[in-house]
């Protein structure tokens, strides 16, 4: 999914994404709850996998991870992470 396929999908034109269009490979969509504003949605797995492809080992993409993607909050549409997505859709599972 695109960038642009997830803001017409938002109510809301004010998504906010990942820095660099490497990390866009890891959207799979736009998150919606009752009470919550529109959020894009990365595979977490996806993302530790564009941080590997940068060089970096596993350990230090999880850490890297966690300290400045997780954890820099940016408002009510920061982006969030879905966890095992990868390894369901890798198992031939809708």
């Known amino acids: 999914m695109t960038r642009e396929e997830c803001v ?3 109510t809301k034109d004010d998504l906010l994404f990942l820095d660099g269009p490497e990390f866009d490979v890891a959207i799979i969509g ?11 949605c990365y595979d977490y797995d996806k993302v530790i996998q564009v941080l590997v492809d940068q060089g970096m080992s596993v350990d230090d993409a999880h850490e890297w991870y966690e300290f400045n993607i997780l954890g820099a909050w ?13 390894a369901h859709t890798s198992k031939g599972q809708p």
């Open 8 to 10: 017409e999908l938002s």
């Open 74 to 86: 940016m408002g009510d549409t920061t982006p969030v992470f879905v966890r095992g997505i990868s």
């Open 30 to 40: 736009v998150l919606e709850r009752f009470g919550a504003v529109p959020a894009a």
